[in-house]
């Protein structure tokens, strides 16, 4: 199944920005840690992206990126 990935702010927040999901348009956005059937181990790099290994992994099945300012307004 392909889904949809945003990189958005925890808690809705300006600050940090870590990979979140959504299966289905009707669903709301959340953190990829939410589904572990799909997260990759994150890589072990001080200040690396929280998400970016299972970006990557999800990058390649064919999920789609969705700009921040697009995922916002969902």
Known sequence: ????MCWLSV??????K????QMNPHEPWRPYTAFPMFA??????????????TYQK????G????PT???RSY
């Open 1 to 4: 199944m392909q889904g949809k």
């Open 11 to 16: 808690s809705g927040g300006d600050g940090e």
């Open 18 to 21: 870590i990979l979140h999901l």
């Open 40 to 53: 990759a181990p994150d890589h072990a790099m001080p200040g690396g992206s929280k998400g970016l290994a």
């Open 58 to 61: 999800l990058s390649k099945a």
């Open 63 to 66: 999920w789609a990126l969705i």
């Open 69 to 71: 300012a697009q995922g």
